[in-house]
């Protein structure tokens, strides 16, 4: 029916039918960026896992291609699953990827192109001497899996570094063993551990990747430590289901990686994202020298639903990664570029009060494709007055929203229809911490985005580096069921899915204030309409080549 059709996006990355999960070796390759994908064919439920393949020349319009890799060797027969691209040095292109073998071990195999000329990379080869490399036996063969880009080792130009998640069980601790190779077909486990844990359990789809200290570009995954160049470990908890990462030091020679804070170590601080977002992977291209963060986005309906609507998940939108070199402490996603390039008309509102407790709707047509930028500043004398605003906020424990405190929340209600009875609240709370600093909060509530039941819905979030003298900004990108949005510049980032019963055919955008005693202006807000990103044209292209 219309409504589950209209849940389907037009400018994200999905499959024309059935289950997908993690994206699998994202890579630039002859002028193609490449992206595989766990996918059921059989039908809209995870299992019998193969690779779905697509191909870009912008990251946003993408030609849908055959099936890169089926469940069909002994050593990968219940699943193909997450796996890394590694570009080599000569150019050479190779997939090293995890099997489900026959008997359910997790076992790491190498593929590569069939022909390596071929920029579309349709046809790929297992290797005769898969699988490659078996879990260590200190390892139980169930935990075992999702191995990396491969980078240089620093010491020995001759061999490959990779890194493989797993657990230790003592302490429930999650790890990333370290392996070197010279050929990706023999292996030899680094002594120690590059990190673990406590208490993180299962690590999986591990990723390892250098950004620049003060930089403005991304590095590739071969570039070596130093003064100017930290790392980034990324762990997706098998146990909470979120992307913890954290910035510290590689120290090669001894196999280490020691975060910078150890308060913010992975698994326990940072996350890539607050709301529904994981197994996430990065790539460095090398054709606009930046490192591109892609994540799986799954459905929070239920699972009768999604085999109703004959699809599940959907792709986040491409993120540009950098060091944040204002704050040095956290990373900064944001749209790709190429994102804009589907802005269409556009909408501009400047210093727009928003009192205490009101609501004021936002006169564009009501669409399901934005995108939307927004900055706020809250009265500086309410801030100042109000010594002791509602110590110790916290998203998804507060009342969204809905609730009342003296500093928040306020921001922007979207996919909502005009009663308000749906809507998607993406806010900002100003609060005091318990030594009375200031606090921003940055949250999204989803808990009336949907009259149905059957529907996951939670305030998801978390606090803000806010710096002195900025305003409060956020980006919203607005696409049927996801809204995916942005605080600070890229500081912290919550994506949502949701699914409108009333509000999916006339999608209105509000600005609120619910704070009690603190007026907001919305200094500036800039919508644009969006466009689709159909494949026409370029599958019509390629037939033409
Ligand atoms: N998904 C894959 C595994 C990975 C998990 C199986 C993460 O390789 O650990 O579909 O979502």
Known sequence: NDMLQWQRTGFHFQPKRNWMNDPNAPVFYKGWYHLFYQYNRGGAIWGNITWGHAASRDLIHWLHLPLAMLPDQWYDSNGVWTGSATVLPNGNLIILYTGS???????????????PSDPLLINWKKHDANPVLLPPP???????????????????????LLAIGSKLDDRHSGVAYVYATEDFLSFRLLPGVLRAVEGTGMWECVDFFPVSVGGQIGLDTSEKAGERVKHVLKASLDDDRHDYYGIGTYYAEENKWVPDDAEMDVGIGLRYDWGKFYAAKTFFDRQKRRRVLWGWVGETDSERADVS?????????????????????NLLTWPVEEVNFLRTRSYQFSSVSISPGSIVPLNIPATAQIDIEAEFQVEHAAVESTLEADVGYNCSTSGGAAGRGML???????LADKELREQTATYFYVSRAADYVLQTHFCQDESRSSGASDIVKRVVGHTVPVLNGEMLSVRILVDHSIVESFAQGGRSAITSRVYPTKAFNSAKVFLFNNATSASVKARSIRIWEMDTSFSHNLEANIQRL
């Open 408 to 414: 928040g929340p306020f921001g922007l209600l979207v």
């Open 138 to 160: 200190s390892v139980l063969p169930h935990d075992f899996r999702d191995p990396t880009t491969a980078w240089s080792d620093p010491s020995d130009p001759s061999s490959f």
């Open 101 to 115: 073998t026959n008997t359910t071990s997790q076992v790491q195999n190498l593929a590569v192109p069939a022909d």
């Open 309 to 329: 609507k004959g699809w599940a998940s959907l792709m986040s939108i491409p993120r540009t990664i950098l060091l944040d070199s204002k704050t040095g402490s």
